[in-house]
């Protein structure tokens, strides 16, 4: 049996002796966006909120720069295909790359955003990142029915609200979904914090940018390439932030954290 995002099995669970049991496994398929009607990529992720996943996509991947230019989006009734249509022709890239995530991230070679580094602008306090932490995955969420899936949230950074939430498979689709939500819910992503449950590589952080997230954090670490995109675009990089600490790779001035010098 199926529900949204997950599906029922039986398994045989072994402590001492062997008992049944059954229970929501998360659910993942082919994921095909169609743009114009050309397939444009296939990924592997969780059939939820594909709609979301589609347009993030194509917004982080430099295909369509507003949500306006989308005239019709249909997803096909056994929720494998989206179909994109667009006001305008588009010359869709010849080359994707897999990225370093696990569930079948991919990205252009040679993406076709710019992005400008972020002014400091706005600031927070570590203990309101960690809090939003405890409410991503809340009970009713598809991570405590089935496990094995990631999560993003934007966040507001001065009230600590959780303004919108996604799931999947795959971490680099939370993000899509997430920036596809907040487009399609008129959510506002600049200067918000944006968090997940992922790594997070150059193609997390170069999302995270494009939505003009300042502050972007995760519960485990970045890599090599994030902490030097990070720097280059003045963003707040945390990794580790559980168990209520957190550790702040460049940028921490947003935190509080003031430089001492010797006098």
């Given amino acids: 049996m199926k529900n949204r995002g997950a599906e029922t099995f039986h ?26 009607g050309v397939e444009f990529v296939s990924l592997m992720g969780t059939p939820l909120n594909q709609d979301w996943l589609a347009v993030g ?5 430099g295909i369509i ?11 096909t009734p056994n929720g494998c295909c ?3 249509w667009l006001d305008h022709d588009v010359d869709l890239p010849q080359k994707m790359v897999l ?12 993406p076709r955003i710019k992005i400008e580094p972020l002014q400091v602008g706005i600031r927070t306090v570590p203990d309101l990142i960690l809090t939003a932490f405890t409410q991503l995955q809340t009970k009713d969420s598809l991570y405590a029915r089935a496990r094995g899936v990631h999560a993003a949230g934007l966040l507001d950074l001065k009230s600590g ?17 997430l920036h596809g939500a907040c487009l ?25 940018a494009f939505m003009r997230c300042p502050i972007i954090v995760s519960r485990t670490s970045p890599t090599s390439a994030a902490v030097d995109l990070a720097r280059t675009w003045q963003i707040t990089l945390i990794g ?8 702040v790779y460049c940028n921490p001035e947003r935190l509080g954290f003031e430089l001492k010098r010797d006098l």
Avoid at 99 to 110: F, I, P, R
Wanted: aromatic share 8%; hydrophobic share 30%.
């Fill in 11 to 36: 398994w045989w669970d072994f402590h001492h002796d062997w008992q049944p049991h059954s229970g929501d496994v998360i659910e993942e398929i082919t994921l095909t966006i169609y743009v114009n």
């Fill in 82 to 84: 989206i179909d994109v």
């Fill in 57 to 61: 996509f194509l917004m982080n991947e």
């Fill in 184 to 208: 399609m819910q008129g959510i506002k992503t600049e200067d918000r914090g944006l968090i997940t449950t992922g790594r997070i590589s150059s193609e997390m952080l170069r999302k995270g």
């Fill in 65 to 75: 720069e507003d949500q306006d230019e989308i005239t019709d989006l249909r997803i």
């Fill in 99 to 110: 990225t370093s995530g696990c569930g079948g991230g991919l990205t252009q070679e040679y």
């Fill in 161 to 177: 609200e959780l303004l919108q939430v996604t799931e999947d498979i795959g971490r680099h689709n939370t993000i899509d979904k």
């Fill in 240 to 247: 580790y932030a559980r168990h209520g600490k957190l550790r």
